[in-house]
């Protein structure tokens, strides 16, 4: 089993920057990758930045490409997102998750996780 805690959200203008933590705590042998997700108002989660555990490899969606970072620190159990060039587009509620993903391609895909945080609150204002 594997315990997830987002913070870091908050409200800023557009053209700022932000840092999410991921506190993880727990083991579970099947998990092999590690992402953030977006979920906007009235919009469905989608995936914005994913790392594999081995590699450290990270994939991002194109929307946020050059502008988020996802990073790992295994000796804090944390996984990080760092935000920047925010838009209004960005607000919304920021997950991350921990899954199995057999390839690149899955990492972006909701199906790949198994283990969710709460959420934490990211609002862009013009």
């Known amino acids: 089993q594997v315990h997830l805690v987002e913070s870091g959200g908050g409200s800023v203008q557009a053209g700022e920057s932000l840092s999410l933590s991921c506190v993880m705590s727990g083991y579970a042998i099947a998990v092999n990758c590690f992402g953030w997700f977006h979920q906007a108002p009235g919009q469905e989660r989608e995936a914005v930045a994913a790392?594999?555990?081995?590699?450290?490899?990270?994939t991002y969606s194109d929307s946020v490409k050059g502008r988020f970072t996802i990073a790992e620190d295994s000796a804090q159990k944390t996984l990080y997102l760092r935000m920047s060039d925010l838009n209004p587009d960005d607000t919304g509620m920021y997950f991350c998750?921990?899954?199995?993903?057999?390839?690149?391609?899955?990492?972006?895909?909701?199906?790949?996780?198994?283990?969710w945080g709460q959420g934490t609150q990211v609002t862009v204002f013009p």
């Open positions: 790392i594999f555990t081995e590699n450290r490899r990270p």
């Open positions: 998750a921990a899954g199995k993903c057999p390839s690149s391609w899955a990492l972006l895909q909701a199906a790949s996780y198994m283990y």
